[in-house]
C-alpha cells in the first residue's frame, strides 16, 4: 500500500474489481484472436498461422528479449556508484 492510497477520495481496489479486470483483459484479448482468425463483417480473416505467429513474436519480444536487456541495465545499475547516494 503506497502513501497516496491514504489520501482522501483514494480507495485501495478490492478483489471483485480485480477480478473484473483480469476477466474483461482476458475476454478482450479472446475477442481480438476470434475477430482476426474468423473475420468480422469486411474484414477478411488473418490465417491462423500468422496468428500464431504473431502472438509468438509479442511472447518473444515481451518474455525474453526484454528480460534479458532488464537484467542488463539493473546490473550495470548495480554496479556502478553514485556519489549523491554514497551519503
Known amino acids: 500500500m503506497s502513501p497516496?492510497?491514504?489520501?482522501?477520495?483514494?480507495?485501495?481496489?478490492?478483489?471483485?474489481?480485480?477480478?473484473?479486470?483480469?476477466?474483461?483483459?482476458?475476454?478482450?484479448a479472446t475477442a481480438g484472436v476470434m475477430i482476426g482468425t474468423y473475420g468480422l463483417a469486411e474484414l477478411e480473416p488473418i490465417p491462423l498461422g500468422y496468428t500464431a505467429l504473431i502472438i509468438g513474436y509479442a511472447l518473444v519480444c515481451s518474455l525474453v528479449v526484454n528480460d534479458?536487456?532488464?537484467?542488463?541495465?539493473?546490473?550495470?545499475?548495480?554496479?556502478?556508484?553514485?556519489?549523491?547516494?554514497?551519503?
Open 4 to 28: 497516496l492510497d491514504k489520501l482522501p477520495g483514494r480507495s485501495n481496489p478490492s478483489a471483485p474489481a480485480q477480478t473484473a479486470i483480469e476477466t474483461l483483459s482476458s475476454l478482450d
Open 68 to 87: 534479458f536487456v532488464k537484467v542488463a541495465l539493473i546490473a550495470d545499475y548495480q554496479n556502478t556508484t553514485t556519489p549523491a547516494l554514497d551519503r
